[in-house]
């Protein structure tokens, strides 16, 4: 390849963001893996794992430590350290508490936790024991986003079946579903984003 060709964005179809502790941006693609951008050159950057580790299709990224997970449509989760470049992967075969291989959402809870949403439902996974345990609340649900309010509250967006709440602190689990009768009910059942403003207000997109 010529070196003097700049990187560009791989894939059109952008599915996530992260960013490091450098400022540098994870772009994650439905179509092209991985990019790296740095906002402060306005360039790409060549020090991205390659689709042969991450696949083409990437739904979801989140970035603990060293350690970049990376979600993918069928080849489940993926582990890989940016700093020795050592991959693991999770998937159904090796690991039966991830209820999909087609992981559409992860979130790193404050309290340490990395929690997985799939296609099938929601796992959790504890990095300090190096165990990943299904949520049974949420079997079977279509997990689309997780998001953590300022309460310490986890949000499951929900792609069917509306949206759920999880107080940590009691382990209390609250389901919110549309009803036509009642108008402070949410809007739909098909929720694709949540969003937590300074103020802690939660948005919900459907």
Excluded: M
């Amino acid at each position: 390849t010529n070196r003097n060709i700049p990187k560009k964005l791989n894939g059109s179809a952008i599915s996530s963001f992260c960013e490091d502790d450098k400022g540098n941006i994870f772009i994650a693609s439905e179509n092209g893996g991985l990019s790296l951008f740095d906002p402060v050159s306005k360039r790409f950057l060549d020090s991205v794992p390659s689709e042969k580790v991450t696949g083409h299709n990437v739904h979801a990224i989140c970035l603990d430590d060293r350690n970049l997970y990376t979600g993918t449509f069928s080849n489940g989760l993926k582990r890989i350290n940016l700093a020795t470049g050592k991959v693991r992967s999770f998937t159904e075969d090796n690991c039966p508490a991830l209820a999909s291989n087609n992981v559409f959402s992860l979130h790193k809870s404050v309290d340490g936790p990395l929690y997985i949403g799939t296609s099938q439902g929601c796992a959790k996974y504890d990095p300090d024991r190096d165990v990943i345990s299904e949520i049974e609340e949420l079997s079977g649900a279509f997990i689309y986003d997780i998001t953590e309010d300022t309460k310490g509250y986890l949000w499951f967006a929900c792609y069917y079946t509306g949206l759920y709440k999880y107080d940590k602190a009691h382990s209390i689990w609250k389901h919110y579903l549309h009803d036509p009768k009642v108008p402070q009910s949410i809007c739909s059942n098909k929720v694709l984003n949540t969003f937590v403003d300074d103020r802690g207000n939660l948005y919900i997109c459907t």
